[in-house]
């Protein structure tokens, strides 16, 4: 049996968890929901040596002290770093993991950095339902079962049954309005598009060269130009610039004829905002609450202590403090943006 090989994209800024994720030091090797980081859950997720190979790891080539130190401290000593030199979305990313394996006919299993799973064996189950579909050269998602109608993700409009576990996709669905989005949780046919895929390396490369040329040729001469590091590979760099940008959902999973999708409840989360982690109380760093209730407190170095304040999220980092309400946590990116600007405003 061929194995399956994990790749764990870990380019994303994380910005929407400021101040405590930076550019420097994105959400993802940051550990809000457990001891360890989101980065080393996610490759706890594939440790499994029977059922899948060493780790391929898409990186900001600007993270590699710190990827090597978090591998370190899990012991995982067999992944490749693939190390962008500029960010060019996933489709792209994804491309030069593909071009990494040596057999076109190995199951890629292409898995966000920074994502919580709270029901692993859940999602290993989806993954078994899935792979003979993919084996068979099918583009498989994992569609996450809604919790309600949420407006910050994608849905998946499921299709034929192809199994027991796996429908055909009829279509993809942007982020809706509200309405839509309890239009779609009441028919009972959408999931949300968790983001997360299993296809074969030479399936990939062929949907590629069909739906987006430039963008193969541009990867394969960054990969043919690559220089090879120690545990390292880093494309060249003038090559892959060359590429177009553009995520895998609009150069190919929106365009592949054979796509499917495992639907699945596995205590999902992308933790994109404040709001979102608390949803999944993962507790709070309060030095002391006086008549206090529903905060979310996390600090790296100050003591924080709230005496009759309901419903807030305060974030203490460095210099830096966050203080909004909940519900409000979005509002962070537009901080950010400000402070990006020449004059900090």
Known sequence: MTKIKPVILSGGGGTRLWPMSTPEHPKQFLALTNDETMFQLTLGRTSDAGK????????????????????????ENDATLLLEPCARNTAPAIALAALAC???????LVMPSDHVIQDVGAFHAAI?????????????????????????????????????????????VEKPELAKAEAMIADGN???????????????????????????????????????????ILPDA????SSPSDSIDYAIMEKAARVCVAPV??????????????????????????????????????????????DMIVVASGKDVLIVPRGKSQVVKKIVEGLEKPNGS
């Open 190 to 232: 959408h999931v949300w598009n968790g983001g997360i895929f299993l296809f074969r390396a030479d399936a990939y490369l062929a949907a590629l060269k069909e739906f987006a040329p430039d963008m193969l040729a541009a990867c394969q001469d960054a990969m043919a130009k690559a220089e090879h590091d120690g545990n390292a």
């Open 128 to 172: 078994s339902a899935a792979l003979p579909q993919a084996e068979d050269g099918w583009f498989a998602t994992f569609g996450i079962s809604p919790t309600g109608p949420e407006t910050g993700y994608g849905y998946i409009e499921m299709g034929e049954q192809l199994d027991s576990n796996i429908r055909q996709v009829s279509r993809f």
């Open 238 to 241: 003038d090559a892959f610039a």
């Open 52 to 75: 899948f190979s060493a780790p391929l790891v898409v990186a900001n080539a600007r993270h590699r002290e710190l990827i090597n130190t978090q591998l370190a401290e899990i012991d």
């Open 102 to 108: 040596e057999d076109g006919a190995t199951p890629l």
């Open 265 to 310: 409840s596995m205590g999902w989360s992308d933790v994109g905002s404040w709001d979102a982690l608390y949803e999944l109380g993962t507790g709070s760093d309060a030095a002391s609450e006086i008549e206090s209730s529903g905060n979310l407190v996390r600090s790296d170095g100050l003591n924080i202590h709230l005496a009759g304040v309901s």
